[in-house]
């Protein structure tokens, strides 16, 4: 069987439906730091308590239930735009007015009204995050998915880290509400996108019913060889990462006192330069190592570069560490992301993408949402340093597991490769 030949970086770039995935995936990342880093600048520098802002965390939730509703997405067309792009761009504008309303709240006076807006952005963010990874994975060939996966990488948190620096920035001279209008008009640019993407060569088949809809994407993942390991996996892999991040602005602000200024330069900026790096240079090393080498390199770097966030937390407030930890941090994060999101879509089928991904990413996004209020409990008892000490140990588990699954991962790699 001859295995097609993979595309360089270079030849990725001008083939429009990469160049679609890439845009795509940055308005996919525009709102998650509206529910994550953002919000949790925003309460910290109102002066809410450490507990509280972990329990607001759990906003984010309906990013971990989007499986929920994904058949739905599967089984229903909308009237225009065909079967993914339709979907994504209802979601947009109704992201685009959320984002907007979200910025008049004030979080001293209308926390429960700020909490249930955040809610639904959460929502709706998912919601578009379910069919633009179903059209990724509908679009991209198998020969081609680690550059997809860098490119969704590269776009996604590209535009988290840069929405979240910027709004905070804007935040910190100008207010709120001015910060979130910037966002809401970013939120809103990337509907031309969605106007200019092509469609897929082969978009899968619609369920003919809402019951194929549901239980025909589990059947189909279930099926497949070392699938209850990899779903494990799925959950492990970036656990101490998430704990690590998961009270990341309150961290930095009420435990280190960093100003909004210096979180936005210092710290998410240049989180967004090293994110560039690391998902590009890890999109290139996955195609030449592979699924199980890059994985297991990659997920030892996540844990050991949580020890930096320790040396902060003993050394204090110094900027200089402040953007060594974050850029280093960040940068192996995204090479890890980058085969992350490669071993997922390696997983799913065009027929029931949207539903079979939004499993998948439910599952692993599971601990960033969760490990918000455990943090939030776990900090005022062993504090800050000790803490970062806790998230490099919990990385363990997943990397002994990935270790056990080397064989069904290799030979997973090896299905894709024929595919070509």
């Given at each position: 069987?001859?295995?097609?030949?993979?595309?360089?970086?270079?030849?990725?770039?001008?083939?429009k439906?990469?160049?679609a995935?890439?845009?795509?995936?940055?308005?996919?990342?525009?709102?998650?730091n509206l529910?994550?880093?953002?919000?949790?600048?925003?309460?910290?520098?109102t002066?809410?308590s450490?507990?509280?802002?972990?329990?607001?965390?759990?906003?984010?939730?309906?990013?971990?239930?989007k499986?929920?509703?994904?058949?739905?997405?599967?089984?229903?067309?909308?009237?225009f735009?065909?079967?993914?792009r339709?979907?994504?761009?209802?979601?947009?504008?109704?992201?685009t007015?959320?984002i907007?309303?979200?910025?008049?709240?004030s979080?001293?006076?209308?926390?429960y009204?700020?909490?249930?807006?955040?809610?639904?952005l959460?929502f709706?963010?998912?919601?578009?995050?379910?069919?633009?990874?179903?059209?990724?994975?509908?679009?991209?060939?198998?020969?081609?998915?680690?550059?997809?996966?860098?490119?969704?990488?590269?776009g996604?948190?590209?535009?988290?880290?840069?929405?979240?620096?910027?709004?905070?920035?804007?935040?910190?001279?100008?207010?709120?509400?001015?910060?979130?209008?910037?966002?809401?008009?970013?939120m809103?640019?990337?509907?031309?996108?969605?106007?200019?993407a092509?469609?897929?060569d082969?978009?899968?088949?619609?369920?003919?019913?809402?019951?194929?809809?549901?239980?025909?994407?589990?059947?189909?993942?279930?099926?497949?060889?070392?699938?209850?390991?990899?779903?494990?996996?799925?959950l492990?892999?970036?656990?101490?990462?998430?704990?690590?991040?998961?009270?990341?602005?309150?961290?930095?602000?009420?435990?280190?006192?960093?100003?909004?200024?210096?979180?936005?330069?210092?710290?998410k900026?240049?989180?967004?330069?090293?994110?560039?790096?690391?998902v590009?240079?890890?999109?290139?090393?996955?195609?030449?190592?592979?699924t199980?080498?890059?994985?297991?390199?990659?997920?030892?770097g996540?844990?050991?570069t949580n020890?930096?966030?320790?040396?902060?937390a003993?050394?204090?407030?110094?900027?200089?560490?402040?953007?060594?930890?974050?850029?280093?941090?960040?940068?192996?994060?995204?090479?890890?992301?980058?085969?992350?999101?490669?071993?997922l879509?390696?997983?799913?089928?065009?027929?029931?993408?949207?539903?079979?991904?939004?499993?998948l990413?439910?599952?692993?996004?599971?601990?960033?949402?969760?490990?918000?209020?455990i943090?939030?409990?776990?900090?005022?008892?062993?504090?800050?340093?000790?803490?970062?000490?806790?998230?490099?140990?919990?990385?363990v588990?997943?990397?002994?597991?990935?270790?056990?699954?080397?064989?069904?991962l290799?030979?997973?790699?090896?299905r894709?490769?024929?595919?070509?």
């Amino acid at each position: 069987m001859t295995v097609a030949a993979k595309p360089t970086l270079l030849q990725a770039l001008g083939d429009k439906r990469m160049v679609a995935v890439l845009l795509l995936s940055f308005a996919s990342g525009l709102p998650f730091n509206l529910t994550g880093f953002t919000v949790q600048a925003w309460l910290a520098s109102t002066g809410l308590s450490i507990k509280t802002i972990g329990i607001f965390s759990l906003v984010a939730l309906p990013l971990n239930f989007k499986f929920l509703w994904a058949p739905l997405l599967d089984r229903y067309l909308p009237p225009f735009l065909g079967r993914r792009r339709g979907w994504i761009l209802i979601f947009q504008a109704c992201l685009t007015v959320c984002i907007a309303v979200m910025g008049f709240c004030s979080p001293t006076k209308e926390l429960y009204v700020l909490g249930a807006i955040t809610l639904f952005l959460a929502f709706l963010s998912a919601s578009q995050d379910i069919v633009i990874d179903a059209y990724r994975v509908d679009t991209i060939p198998a020969s081609e998915r680690a550059l997809a996966a860098a490119a969704t990488a590269f776009g996604y948190r590209t535009a988290a880290m840069l929405a979240g620096a910027a709004l905070v920035y804007i935040a910190a001279s100008v207010g709120w509400e001015l910060a979130f209008l910037a966002v809401a008009g970013l939120m809103a640019a990337t509907m031309l996108a969605t106007l200019w993407a092509p469609e897929p060569d082969a978009p899968g088949h619609a369920p003919r019913t809402l019951a194929d809809a549901v239980w025909h994407p589990l059947r189909a993942l279930l099926q497949q060889q070392g699938m209850w390991g990899f779903l494990v996996l799925i959950l492990l892999y970036k656990v101490g990462d998430a704990l690590a991040l998961s009270l990341y602005s309150t961290f930095m602000i009420k435990g280190i006192g960093f100003t909004l200024h210096q979180l936005s330069i210092a710290g998410k900026l240049n989180m967004t330069i090293s994110t560039m790096i690391g998902v590009t240079f890890g999109g290139w090393v996955y195609i030449r190592w592979g699924t199980f080498r890059s994985l297991l390199v990659f997920g030892i770097g996540q844990a050991l570069t949580n020890l930096l966030y320790m040396w902060l937390a003993l050394a204090g407030k110094k900027v200089w560490l402040l953007a060594l930890a974050t850029s280093l941090d960040t940068m192996i994060g995204g090479m890890g992301q980058a085969a992350f999101v490669a071993f997922l879509m390696s997983l799913c089928s065009a027929d029931f993408s949207a539903t079979q991904y939004a499993l998948l990413s439910a599952l692993a996004t599971l601990p960033r949402t969760v490990t918000g209020a455990i943090a939030g409990q776990l900090v005022p008892v062993i504090g800050w340093a000790n803490f970062f000490v806790v998230t490099c140990m919990v990385a363990v588990p997943g990397l002994i597991l990935l270790v056990i699954l080397r064989g069904p991962l290799n030979e997973l790699a090896a299905r894709e490769a024929a595919k070509g």
